[in-house]
């Protein structure tokens, strides 16, 4: 443990949907196994309180975090505990993303009462998601479904489905066996046909850029592969211009021979039955720039498919 940490207790700023605890729990665990004191500053933000308009129409994912970074910039909070796919590509000045930690499954989930997977569901089925990469992908796997915006954590959405407003939702894996409901799920989509967005499934740690002393501790939690990973993913996006307006996916995968091989896929914003653009990249990947610049490579070659006419419909 940091010298200057010692004697210091660190708070953890967290948003208080039960994922979002139990993610922030798990933190204050492994940081309390190291010595630290923590606790927990419960809050709610405005992409919890908005719940009946599209994150797309209200700000983005973005939303999810200020709050938290107005707790750490006050020093209400020392540290903030987020999915990864929910922070935007750029931080504010004065913030940083010390720490990412190992990635739980990163794949989308089927979850329906009633039908076994995707194939299974009739013509026109309600399908809910709020999420326009799934909706994309969805509408390019069966052109026939009803795709309907849910809202609300991930307790709300399964209730909305269990009291019959859709035949299927699509969630994250990752939160489903986090909280103990992975027996809700029917199916897993693979990693091609349903490329998941970029950092899913993974945690990110944020802090102030100037504490230097919980930094250097938290630099134990990075698991590599996953910071790599979802480095290159991250910056896809980040050369697109990516936003929650964007149905971009992007994902990682070290292969055995060690590289890490690229997924991406950008659907168009508004005419959803527009072809994905697609593609996959497979490079030695040692390093931070090297992760990044195999992003920005794929970015290149999606504007070289033709990207620029589906991205002024989502920017």
Not at 70 to 82: D, N, S
Not at 186 to 201: L, N
Not at 216 to 226: D, G, I, S, Y
Request: glycine share 8%.
């Amino acid at each position: 443990m940091t010298e200057t940490l010692k004697n210091s207790s660190v708070v953890i700023a967290t948003r208080e949907s039960r994922l979002a605890l139990w993610q922030a729990e798990h933190v204050k665990a492994v940081l309390e196994a190291r010595g630290l004191g923590v606790s927990l500053l419960g809050m709610t933000t405005r992409g919890d309180q908005i719940l009946d308009r599209s994150l797309s129409k209200v700000g983005g994912k973005g939303l999810f975090v200020k709050e938290l970074e107005t707790a750490l910039e006050e020093g209400r909070a020392q540290l903030a505990v987020h999915s990864l796919k929910d922070v935007p590509m750029e931080l504010p000045e004065g913030f940083e993303l010390a720490a990412i930690l190992e990635r739980e499954d990163p794949r989308d989930a089927f979850v329906s009462p009633r039908y076994e997977n995707l194939a299974a569901l009739p013509q026109g089925a309600r399908v809910g998601t709020s999420s326009l990469r799934r909706v994309v992908q969805l509408k390019a796997l069966r052109p026939d479904l009803q795709i309907e915006p849910v809202r609300g954590n991930l307790d709300t959405r399964l209730r909305k489905l269990d009291e019959g407003q859709f035949d299927a939702i699509v969630l994250a894996a990752a939160g489903l066996k986090r909280l103990g409901l992975g027996e809700r799920i029917r199916a897993c989509f693979s990693e091609d046909e349903m490329i998941p967005c970029a950092g899913q499934g993974a945690l990110g740690l944020e802090l102030r850029a100037d504490a230097q002393a919980l930094r250097a501790e938290l630099q134990a939690l990075v698991h590599m592969p996953t910071s790599l990973a979802t480095q290159a993913e991250r910056a896809v996006s980040r050369a697109l211009g990516g936003s929650c307006s964007m149905p971009l996916a992007a994902h990682g995968r070290w292969q055995a021979d060690g590289r890490l091989r690229l997924d991406v896929a950008l659907g168009h914003a508004e005419d959803h039955a527009q072809p994905l653009l697609k593609l996959s990249l497979t490079e030695p990947v040692a390093d931070e720039a090297a992760a990044r610049a195999l992003g920005e490579r794929a970015a290149a070659q999606l504007r070289e498919r033709g990207a620029q006419a589906y991205l002024p419909a989502a920017v």
